[in-house]
């Protein structure tokens, strides 16, 4: 793959930091832009996967569990479920032609497989198109064959010809050359399940009993007093607008409308009627969480937060065959917005209490672990809330566009440890 990327428009490894950000190749209109598709190797074609088709969905499925991204011992492997692939691979202006698999000619076997979707994305001053590149997996039998580069050119030559020719992508694997760097953190639910699986270890100072009562979290979300209740269709126009004026702080962006806050924090709630106590019980195919917080008096939404699940298949062990994990996606909170509230320890505060019920709520709907990235506001909460360090980093990218590092996991030309990030990836 080094040899590949060296071929790529994006920054390469040893380069000096840009002094201007910028494309690296210009956009050429699409009557210039390759019209075939990249040969495969003998015995292979190129498919357009309809996801909507739920045997072609579950095909997508059946891949990605069995061959995607694994840790680095290969106790885990991501288990996307196909209602989590329906929801991420449709957001509002989705080309179905970005969703992208090989097939085996002789049994028509799906054996690789990769997407985009479109986005908005600002990178400091620049706001572009770009499509969010993901779901890069080819069969483990079939690693040797070269696949994934012809997969990544092919998916670049079907964005060239929507006229998109920025990507923004991610990967635990160094590559040429990252934009940032986060860390994955980990907040500890089900303790005992998560020892089990060796997900996690007790200290030799500690036993599991009081590692449990370390972690144990409250029974109800402290903030449902003060107007904490599940997003609802009405409440679009506002969290829209307070998550935009929330991720203008940060050095990148996914710059969305009402119709993708519709989509990314609304259409995964699953099936079922909203109550009091949905909270406490997941829904049928849910895959997103949404909570705000409404001010009873003025009705406004001051607060907002999501998580999404993710579980991971177990491979080390037969006690238990999967891991149920929440990921904290987007929030916001109005008090970012007031003078002063960063330096005076407000908007820190505030975070762990918001933030503190999206645990509460996890635990409650059965999750064993919430994970999150160093990135946005996170690391103003993540040791008051007891995550702890993972093992786990994920580099961002950004194809055919230079810019100079942003703050991940580190502090960044006097930018603060993940404020330089404020794209949540699926």
């Known amino acids: 793959m080094r040899q590949f990327w060296g071929t790529q428009p994006v920054p390469q490894l040893g380069e000096e930091s840009p002094t201007a950000d910028g494309y690296i190749e210009p956009s050429k209109p699409s009557e210039e832009v390759r019209q075939e598709p990249y040969p495969l190797p003998k015995d292979f074609g190129w498919t357009t996967v309809d996801v909507n088709d739920p045997v072609q969905l579950r095909e997508v499925y059946e891949l990605l569990s069995g061959h995607y991204v694994e840790d680095d011992v290969a106790s885990f492997r991501f288990q996307y479920s196909a209602h989590f692939l329906h929801w991420a691979l449709q957001p509002p202006g989705y080309h179905k032609e970005w969703h992208i698999g090989v097939r085996v000619a002789s049994n028509n076997k799906l054996v690789a497989f990769i997407s985009g979707v479109p986005m908005t994305v600002r990178v400091r001053d620049n706001t572009f198109k770009a499509s969010e590149v993901n779901f890069l997996c080819v069969h483990k039998k079939l690693r040797s064959k070269r696949l994934a580069p012809v997969l990544i050119k092919e998916i670049t030559r079907q964005c060239h010809l929507k006229g998109i020719f920025q990507a923004l992508y991610t990967a635990g694997l160094l590559l040429p050359t990252p934009i940032s760097t986060c860390r ?31 972690n144990k979290l409250p029974d109800t979300p402290k903030l449902l007093a003060h107007g904490l209740r599940e997003m609802e269709d009405r409440d679009v126009p506002q969290v829209t607008a307070l998550y935009n004026r929330y991720m203008d702080r940060f050095g990148t962006a996914h710059i969305m409308d009402e119709e993708e806050i519709r989509h990314s924090l609304l259409s995964g709630r699953g099936e079922g009627p909203s109550t009091p106590d949905s909270w406490k019980i997941p829904r049928e195919k849910q895959v997103v969480w949404t909570y705000v917080v409404e001010n009873p008096e003025t009705h406004r939404i001051t607060d907002y937060f999501s998580f999404f699940s993710l579980p991971s298949t177990v491979m080390t062990t037969d006690k238990h065959n999967l891991l149920n994990a929440a990921y904290v996606f987007y929030y916001a909170t109005d008090v970012a917005l007031l003078d002063g509230a960063e330096e005076d320890g407000r908007l820190k505060k505030r975070l762990e209490e918001v933030l503190g019920d999206c645990l509460i709520i996890a635990n409650c709907c059965q999750f064993d672990v919430v994970n999150a990235l160093t990135l946005m506001d996170n690391v103003q909460f993540l040791s008051e809330l007891r995550f702890h360090t993972g093992d786990g980093m994920l580099n961002y990218y950004l194809y055919n566009w230079r810019t100079a590092p942003l703050a991940g996991v580190n502090p960044v030309g006097g930018v603060p440890a993940g404020k330089g990030v404020g794209v949540v990836m699926l």
């Not at 953190?185 to 020892?195: A, F, S, W």
């Open 184 to 214: 994955y953190y980990h907040r500890m639910i089900n303790v005992k399940k998560l020892v089990e699986v060796n997900f996690t270890s007790v200290p030799s100072s500690m036993t599991l009993a009081r590692l449990i009562r370390l």
